[in-house]
């Protein structure tokens, strides 16, 4: 995400999260970045098994990031973005499923 990196406040503000100046945020955009990309290559080269692994690992957020609020370490605002992604887990779930990765061989 180039916005986290250059002008991340620009981005969480609107959502009601307390601007960051601190150089975390611009470090989660660069990571975000490189996570882009390899999403993009198992996708254009079919890697199912890193499709399925980070499907999986996009549910989970969620529940950290709802932690992170319950224990008031971030604003409640930020469930937005794992809702986000946890739809965007379910969904490459489902579209696996539908082109049949999921099916057992024997």
């Known amino acids: 995400m180039l916005i986290l990196l250059l002008v991340p406040n620009a981005l969480i503000t609107p959502f009601g999260i307390e601007p960051a100046n601190e150089?975390?945020?611009?470090?989660?955009?660069?990571?975000?970045?490189?996570?882009a990309v390899y999403y993009s290559l198992a996708a254009k080269h079919e890697i199912v098994v890193i499709m399925k692994a980070t499907a999986f690992i996009r549910m989970t957020i969620i529940f950290f990031f709802t932690a992170f609020a319950l224990?008031?370490?971030?604003?409640?605002?930020?469930?937005?973005?794992?809702?986000?992604?946890?739809?965007?887990?379910?969904?490459?779930?489902?579209?696996?499923?539908?082109?049949?990765?999921?099916?057992?061989?024997?």
């Open 71 to 106: 224990l008031k370490l971030v604003s409640p605002n930020i469930i937005i973005f794992s809702a986000i992604d946890f739809l965007g887990g379910v969904w490459t779930l489902l579209m696996l499923k539908n082109e049949g990765h999921f099916k057992r061989s024997n």
């Open 23 to 35: 150089v975390w945020i611009r470090l989660s955009g660069i990571l975000l970045m490189a996570l």
